[in-house]
């Protein structure tokens, strides 16, 4: 191979109208792992290998910076937020993010985890009484982005959340952009109303208005505050439940599954409060949700630009070059999954993972620009599965393929409609609530 060969791939350019992740499947089986095509075009590389993965995204990611069609998507709702920002712009963003979403921070928010879950399992028990159905899609929805703007507003809950109530099931389009600005300004006008009045909040609003830049010291401006609060709402909000749409569907055509967590929240939890530091105790429920994350993640595409020339898997990448890597296609590649379309959280046990790339899943990217969000959602995950799953069952009767729609974010095409059902120990000695 010479140093200076290109890969190969298809003579015709991608349409718009065809289906995108198809389209790339296909091609990964014309031409293997690594491929050459023009999309929206641009030159553009499209990447299905962990170790080409680990090149763009860790080991040379300063010359990869987040660019593409999907990240122009997103800041035509978002402006140039934590997510389409790019070199000392991000950096600076990121540094003054980062600190609300460590540890403790997100210790902060675990108590209102937990009080947004056990509304929805009230909600969920009383139909499992009558034996009614529930929309699990809308009200995973529902539920999420009451978590979210709990975290982000704290005592402004009341004032804002009524503004937030069309997120929750609204296509992401050119209205959808209109709304996220004045949903800004609302963001905007309570930041304005908190520096006036003196408030000091430990809410995430709070702890973004308390950031400092390390350069000058000087605070977010209120449309800096603005577009990260919109950004952590919507890319937070949508991605987080479409993973607990998932988990519910998986665990409810998987009842092996949903009997093995369950085995484990009896044993490990029993009618004690659910709490923080115990959360790492919970290994099943953990990897229940991995292989969601593996086989569903929201995040289906990622695309980079190399700044420079570089080298990648043998192949010259000429500057200028779009790299596509999809985690949905990565995630189910059979050189690296034994039977990569089958649910098994099995594969995520601490005696399976050994020797496995760890970019054979990224399902919320890799390197410095991965989701800064990631703890928050992996704990908030965990609080409503683990409260809800130790009272309730679901049972899906549509026995229809589950179908999927890879926009933005990787969604279920059709709401899943399903029947609760109280499981035999939870009937018999109905569990204290939460510990709030």
Known sequence: MSTDSLPPGPAESYQATEDLLEWMRGNFERYGDIYQSSLYGQRTYVINSPEAADHVLLRNWRNYPRKGQAVKRIALSLGNGLISSNGEVWARQRR????????ESIRV??????RVSAALLAKWESAARLGASVDVTLDVSLAVLEATLVCLFGSDYDRAAPHFAPIADESRNLEFAQTCIALGKVVAQI???????????????????????????RPMSEAE??????????????????????????????????????????????????CFDRLNDFVYSRQVIEEALRTYPPLWLMTRKAQGADRLGGYLVPAGTEIYISPYLLQRHPRYWEDPDRFDPGRFAPEASPGRHPL?????????????????????????????????????????PADFVAGVNLVSRRHFLMQPQLRQRAAACRRPAVRV
Request: hydrophobic share 45%.
């Open 360 to 400: 054979a899943t990224c399902p919320f990217g890799a390197g410095p620009r991965n989701c800064i969000g990631e703890l928050f959602a992996r704990v908030e995950m965990q609080a409503h599965l683990l409260l809800i799953a130790r009272v309730l069952r679901l049972r899906y009767g549509d026995h229809r």
């Open 191 to 217: 930041a304005a109303d908190r520096r006036r009045d003196g408030v000091d909040a430990n809410d995430l609003l709070g702890q973004m208005m308390r950031a400092r830049d390390r350069e000058g010291g």
């Open 96 to 103: 003054m993010i980062q600190p609300a979403f460590r540890k």
């Open 109 to 114: 928010f675990f108590d209102a985890f937990l």
């Open 225 to 274: 505050l603005s577009r990260h609060a919109m950004t952590l709402v919507i890319a937070g909000h949508e991605t987080t439940a479409s993973v607990l749409n998932w988990i519910w569907y998986l665990l409810a055509t998987h009842p092996q599954v949903e009997a093995t967590l369950g085995a484990e929240i009896d044993a490990l939890l029993g009618d004690e409060p659910l």
